[in-house]
């Protein structure tokens, strides 16, 4: 083991918050993570989060849905884990590759270093190979020079066999790093069991036992509860767990995940960082006066409206997660509570389309891949379109607009998208040519931030307030430009093109109240901050037609 300073780790003068997770999954680290993060910036710090996984993918981009919840993607391109979503919607601050490493990368690496004879015949082991490159990732964003501090977030739950060479890093990477450069916050579950009427320790004692067995000693714990945690738990806590009592920190059930900075805040938990790390420099108490602004829009609301999601994965919320948070920074700019009433695309047919859309101001048909649901999709644009409800289609969803506008109003009857059909001999959604060639699933897609060129007078344009805007991209399908004279002359507009490749970006009808389809993902750069102004424009359109 090296000296303490003695490694590359001194270098930085970051400092360093490792956030890790015990007893069960789902706890919330991330959102901790990003509460946290907030606070700290909001104190004038500069602060960037980044998430270890530990599944062996290279990354989310191939996993179903129904798995992992959706793939973020950041604007360099990168498939990441959703937690990165929360971090920007926190933060307001964009994320790229670095901020998301998987134990699949960190293998692929140091597997194609040995191939490459990097490691001069040596046996490749975990310790130090695997561990030493999975300090190196931690350690870069805290060397750019950028951030004053950089919490990781380490995926999975202590006692996990996947997890251990992230915890092994942490505590070589704490016993590296110079003295109040780092430290381990512990996020844990304090259960309630409804016969005894009382909280219970013992699984955060042992989850903190299985955290020091792996060399890690926790300096801050946060304890998830449904109720308060009383004083003299606290201090059984802190006994059995060898932290201090003020470091016990409570995080009760929130009725929104946008409180828990503020609840946070109110256990102190920035003031406990600032004085283990010895932060310099920041302001004596965070300004929150935007954030709290944002709190009392969305908790004070005086319009209503509820709005049909319509996809394949609406079994799980995560599947959507980005569209849903994007739902609620746009209901707030407009005061507006915002119900978001999930439809499986499956189960839509032009017989029952009528009813199960009944009551929906306004209608989102989302992304996805493949067959399944496809026509429930048309079915559903084609009902909105010919009645006038307010429309919004995202990646897939423009896709769909596009084939129910050929077969129902150009009179292309078997219109599709070569990726549900590919013999169509309509394919007004198209393979882009550079996809053609590609075998391999992973991180082949267009990916990341493209220019697009919105029309002057569109109703895009109009939402954005400007004509050149970036928004974030994840496809391989195209609309067939062959088609885009026909589609303009019936009232198709091609509102948004990329000024390079002539590639549809956004497609809207003019003789609608509000159609607009992106071939991007809005949703991806939709923050408290900065609400997405397409995702503003449509609840304003709902709201306007709820009121008739």
């Known amino acids: 083991m090296p000296d303490r300073n003695s490694t590359s780790a001194a270098a930085t003068t970051a400092k360093f918050i490792f956030v890790t997770g015990g007893v069960t999954s789902s706890l919330g680290k991330g959102i901790i993570s990003a509460s946290l993060a907030k606070l700290l910036q909001a104190r004038g710090f500069r602060v960037t989060i980044q ?36 971090y920007e919607r926190f933060l307001n601050v964009p994320t790229s590759q670095a901020n998301n490493v998987t134990t699949g990368r960190i293998y692929d690496h140091v597997i194609t270093k040995e191939r490459e004879g990097a490691y001069l015949g040596k046996t490749v082991q975990v310790v130090p190979h695997i561990t030493d490159e999975i300090k190196r990732r931690m350690l870069l964003l805290g060397q750019t020079g950028q951030f004053d501090v950089v919490i990781t977030e380490i995926g999975g739950s202590i006692g996990d066999i996947e997890s251990l060479p992230f915890v092994e890093s942490v505590r070589q990477l704490r016993w590296e790093l110079p003295e109040n450069s780092s430290l381990v916050i512990h996020l844990t579950l304090l259960p309630y069991l ?81 004085k283990k790390l010895k932060l310099q420099g ?133 219109a599709s998208s070569t990726e549900m059909d590919a013999q169509t001999p309509n394919p007004v959604i198209a393979m882009m040519e550079e996809q053609k060639t590609v075998t391999l699933k992973g991180g082949t897609m267009r990916l990341g931030a493209y220019d697009c060129e919105l029309r002057r007078g569109s109703k895009a344009a109009k939402a954005y307030g400007r004509n050149h805007i970036s928004e974030r991209h994840r496809h391989r399908y195209e609309f067939n430009n062959e088609y885009l004279k026909q589609y303009e002359e019936a009232g198709m507009l091609a509102s948004g093109r990329n000024p390079e490749t002539g590639l549809v970006e956004v497609v809207e009808l003019a003789n609608h109240p509000w159609f607009v389809a992106g071939q991007f993902h809005p949703e991806l750069k939709s923050t408290v901050q900065n609400p997405h102004p397409l995702f503003v424009r449509f609840v304003k359109a709902a709201i306007q037609y709820r009121k008739g």
């Open 51 to 86: 998430k270890f996984d530990p599944y062996i993918n290279i990354d989310p981009g191939t996993l179903n849905p129904y798995e992992h919840g959706e793939c973020y993607v950041t604007d360099d391109g990168a498939e990441t884990d959703l937690d990165l979503g929360h």
């Open 194 to 274: 409804k016969a005894a009427g009382e909280l219970k320790t013992k699984p955060t004692q042992h989850s903190v036992r299985d955290l020091r067995s792996a060399g890690l000693q926790p300096d801050i714990l946060v304890c998830r509860s449904e109720h308060p945690i009383p004083a003299e738990m606290r201090r059984k806590i802190a006994l059995f767990c060898n932290v201090n009592i003020n470091s016990v920190i409570e995080s009760l059930d929130a009725d929104s995940i946008y409180s828990v900075p503020l609840l946070m805040l109110k256990e102190h938990l920035d003031e406990r960082v600032i």
């Open 282 to 414: 920041g302001a004596a108490q965070p300004d929150l006066d935007v954030w709290k602004e944002f709190l009392g829009r969305l908790k004070n609301p005086t319009e209503e409206v509820t709005i049909a999601l319509v996809g394949k994965y609406v079994e799980l919320p995560d599947a959507y997660k980005s569209i849903i948070e994007a739902f609620v920074h746009a209901g707030a700019q407009n005061e507006c509570k915002v119900t978001v009433r999930s439809i499986q695309s499956d189960h839509l047919s032009a017989e029952n389309v009528a009813q199960q859309l009944h009551g929906a101001d306004g209608v989102l048909v989302a992304p996805g891949f493949g067959e399944r649901g496809f026509e429930g999709k048309i079915a559903a644009v084609q009902y909105v379109r010919e009645n006038n409800i307010p429309f919004f289609g995202i990646c897939l969803g423009m896709q769909v607009a596009v084939v129910e506008f050929g077969r129902n109003v150009l009179g292309l009857k078997d």
